[in-house]
T-cell receptor, first 118, second 111 residues
Framework: NAGVTQTPKFRILKIGQSMTLQCTQDMNHNYMYWYRQDPGMGLKLIYYSVGAGITDKGEVPNGYNVSRSTTEDFPLRLELAAPSQTSVYFC?????????????????FGSGTQLSVL | QKEVEQNSGPLSVPEGAIASLNCTYSDRVSQSFFWYRQYSGKSPELIMSIYSNGDKEDGRFTAQLNKASQYVSLLIRDSQPSDSATYLCAVPDNYGQNFVFGPGTRLSVLP
């Protein structure tokens, strides 16, 4: 089973360049997320989507854009790369949202993208 | 914004000992709590979830939840070198739409 697939695994960008991080899942999950993880830190939410055509900002959305044209795909776009965007990026998905009630809902993560902006 | 705090690491324990990892959260709304393990250079994976006060055991792992104190912990019994990883605590955000992660605690189990 493929699960959540991210590409590329590694990328080096120059300041001002643009790129798209690809994420696709084959579990028919409604919810998809993009997190970034800086060294020694936890995961910070960039954007998330509750279904095709619906996206919303997370905690650190500046400098990024997303789209969700299909249930399977949730690409993350960096328009003008800056050194502050050097990080590891994780895409994740879940069948539903965690909600405010007791739940065992869990996140399925992709393998991550190591991005360096020089 | 909900705050999730974890005990600062790194935490080193000898092989066979009990490792204790702690997590506190900033509000009383949260109902579900999750522990993810992340090996160096890998993505996080869920190891435990808990939503009832008290203990939940799964093999060598025990999650303990105290909602009144806004505290959840993870105990790893008979720690093994293969348990060396960063452990991330996660709770739903204020609207239940996504997950908020703590900064993680790095655990080293020494042979």
């Amino acid at each position: 089973n493929a699960g959540v697939t991210q590409t590329p695994k590694f990328r080096i960008l120059k300041i001002g360049q643009s790129m798209t991080l690809q994420c696709t899942q084959d579990m028919n999950h409604n919810y998809m997320y993009w997190y970034r993880q800086d060294p020694g830190m936890g995961l910070k939410l960039i954007y998330y989507s509750v279904g095709a055509g619906i996206t919303d900002k997370g905690e650190v959305p500046n400098g990024y854009n997303v789209s969700r044209s299909t249930t399977e795909d949730f690409p993350l776009r960096l328009e003008l790369a800056a050194p502050s965007q050097t990080s590891v990026y994780f895409c994740a998905s879940s069948y539903s949202n965690p909600g405010q009630e007791a739940t065992n809902e869990k996140l399925f993560f992709g393998s991550g993208t190591q991005l360096s902006v020089l | 914004q909900k705050e999730v705090e974890q005990n600062s690491g790194p935490l080193s324990v000898p092989e066979g000992a009990i490792a204790s990892l702690n997590c506190t959260y900033s509000d009383r709304v949260s109902q579900s709590f999750f522990w993810y393990r992340q090996y160096s250079g890998k993505s996080p994976e869920l190891i435990m979830s808990i939503y009832s006060n008290g203990d939940k055991e799964d093999g060598r792992f025990t999650a303990q939840l105290n909602k009144a104190s806004q505290y959840v912990s993870l105990l790893i019994r008979d720690s093994q070198p293969s348990d060396s990883a960063t452990y991330l605590c996660a709770v739903p955000d204020n609207y239940g739409q996504n997950f908020v992660f703590g900064p993680g605690t790095r655990l080293s189990v020494l042979p």
